[in-house]
């Protein structure tokens, strides 16, 4: 049996250039509490990539806070998503997985993990084509 060589695939339904190149962000800001941030950055290396990955979620950027308001103590990253039905339906999928109730469940055993939580969804269609993307 020899190796056949991939054959293309048509898309069923082609997206526009407008859908191809509209997007939204979301930011997430997590504040540990009192000693809880190796917990935080655990829970997140250990559990909430892979869920991300199994889930289709797309992660952009992920740091720790290092000037500013909780340096050194906050978890920062920022997702992608096409539109707002998409965020919400990877987002309500990501919550039910019987792996991430078990998982947050465990590690908030003996108290919670965060002391705050912030989410904000950008939308930069008022600002399409002011950067400049050319590698």
């Known amino acids: 049996m020899g190796i056949r060589p991939p054959t293309a695939v048509k898309a069923q339904n082609p997206k526009t250039a407008e859908e191809i190149n509209k997007v939204i962000y979301e930011v997430r800001e997590y504040v540990p509490a009192a000693g809880r941030f190796r917990d935080v950055v655990d829970l997140f290396t250990s559990v909430v990539v892979p869920l991300f990955r199994k ?9 720790c806070t290092t000037i500013g308001d909780n340096s050194f103590n906050e978890l920062v990253y920022t997702m992608r998503f096409s539109d707002l039905a998409e965020l919400e339906r990877k987002w309500a999928t990501f919550l039910s997985d019987p792996d991430w109730a078990s998982a947050l469940a465990s590690r908030e055993e003996h108290g919670p993990l965060y002391q705050t939580i912030r989410r904000r969804v950008i939308e930069s269609t008022l600002f399409e084509g002011v950067l400049d993307h050319a590698v």
């Open 55 to 63: 889930h289709g979620m797309e992660m952009t950027q992920v740091g």
